[in-house]
Each structure stands twice: as C-alpha cells, then as structure tokens.
C-alpha cells in the first residue's frame, strides 16, 4: 500500500473514530505534511515493518491539525515540527514520551526576479523589506509547524502582515502553498525537504529560488510523541512505545541521514540532542 493510499485509509479511520479500525499489530500516526511530501516515510515504512512487525498507517496534515487527531484520540502516536505547541500539548496532559528525532531547517523563497530584493539577507531584514515593498508573501496559514514558525518570525520583527492585502492565507499544505506562489509571483516560508521534492519536480519551469536560507531563526526540529493513555484509554501504548524507540535507534538514524534527493540530504537525525 502506498503512502496516499496509507493517508486516505487513516483519513477514512479518523472520521470513523481510526483506532477501532486498527488490527492489533497496526499503530495509527497523525504526521506533518512535509514528512509525506518529502518521500521519507515511504523511504522508512519498509524498514518499520520489517523491524518492529508492526504496521504503519498515517494521515499527513499540518501538525495543528494533527495534534487536535490525537485529542480527539483518532492517533496513536505523532511525527510533528513545532516544538513550542507540542510542549504545551504534553503539558495540557495529551501527549507523552516527547523525543527528538531529527531536523533541517526552513528557507524562504521568492521570484527568481526578487522583487523586494531580499537575497542574501537575514530573516529579520528580509521580512522587513517584504512587508515595506507589499510583496506578495503566501502563508499556509493553517496552523502547521511551518505555519506557526512563520507567525513567531513575523512577531519577533513587530510585524503583522496577516491584514496587509499583499498577505495570502492560502489554508493549505506545503506543496500547495509553494504553487500558489509561484503563480502569485510571490515569497513564502517552506521547509527545505518539501522545497528540494518541488524544485525536483518543476524542474527548469519553477519560478521560485531560495532568497533567505542558513539563519538560525530557520531552525527546524521534529519530534515523535505518543498520545496519553490517560486521556484515550485505547491507545496503543506498548506498540507506541516501539515505534518511539525505533526513531531515536542507531539503525533508524542511520537511515534518516542516508535519504536523498538528486544528491541533497533532507533531514539531519538527532535523536537525544
């Protein structure tokens, strides 16, 4: 079964309340877009099972989106990238084990013509010199990581475009969002795992470059946690528990750092960093 096929099925599951749909031996995880988008759990999938014995199936939302599955006890386990939302979600009692698994880092892109002549700038000047041209800046604008990752670099530079009209919510996925960009002629902020699978795939027709990149405001982490029990009684604790350690293993994080795309590494692991 193929990771859309993995997606649709957990989609069907969570409408109908997923974990009585799950076998014994299945976990149900509720997972960022970009880790779909990006190839990497159809390059991991194989080895999980082979591993663990267990059965992976997932729905690839914003991890906004995926947190409320995992309230809403639809997901046994969680593969998300925004560190401060997901601290709060094990504070408030939902989620537990919270471990780091590995890392890149978002970039910004915009017109290859770089209309508010941003290249070469830090973040915080780049934003800056978006907001004072009123060019167009595409946000997710759906509660992602990357969404909320581009919400805190606006605030860290007192800027709030979200009622400026040159500011579109485009309340989609990543891929999506890269699209409507390109056709806006505009800039936005995207992980760079989903931005190497789209230059890939637009090939010489993708109007897009990167114009912002390596600044450590564009840090980004992905963790792995495990619904609470407590809160959804019918979590599968003792399968979540191995997929957990699978992650943060030696093999795992050997293959993390092992899957490519036209020669450029996705994701960096860093399991107990």
């Known amino acids: 079964m193929n990771p859309v096929s993995k997606t649709l099925l957990g989609a069907a599951c969570a409408v109908a309340f997923a974990l009585p749909c799950q076998a014994a031996d299945t976990l149900m995880m509720a997972t960022t877009t970009s880790t779909q988008d990006s190839g990497l759990l159809e390059f991991l999938e194989p080895d999980f099972r082979k591993d663990t014995g267990i059965e992976l199936k997932w729905v690839a939302v914003g ?51 770089d209309p508010a002549k941003v290249k070469g700038k830090t973040t915080s000047e780049a934003l800056k010199a978006i907001y004072d041209a009123k060019a167009v800046f595409v946000s997710r604008g759906d509660k992602s990581g990357t969404h909320n990752a581009e919400k805190k670099l606006w605030k860290a530079n007192n800027l709030s475009p979200d009622k400026e009209s040159f500011y579109i919510s485009a309340g989609q996925g990543m891929m999506a969002t890269l699209n409507i960009a ?90 107990g960093k």
């Open 63 to 113: 991890t906004g989106k995926a947190l409320e599955i995992a309230k809403n006890c639809d997901a046994d386990v969680l593969l998300v990238h925004a560190p401060a939302v997901e601290k709060k979600f094990v504070a408030d009692g939902y989620g537990i084990d919270r471990r780091q698994v590995m890392y890149n880092d978002f970039v910004i892109v915009g017109p290859k013509k």
């Open 182 to 271: 390109a056709e806006k002629n505009g800039y936005t902020l995207t992980d760079r795992a989903t931005w190497i699978k789209f230059a890939a795939k637009q090939g010489k027709n993708n109007a897009l470059a990167i114009v912002v990149e390596g600044d450590k405001a564009l840090f980004n982490q992905y963790s792995v946690m495990t619904t609470n029990p407590a809160m959804c009684p019918k979590v599968k604790k003792d399968l979540a528990k191995k997929f957990e350690d699978w992650w943060v293993s030696p093999k795992t994080q050997k293959r993390i750092s092992e899957y490519t795309l036209e020669g450029k590494q996705l994701f960096f692991p860093n399991a």
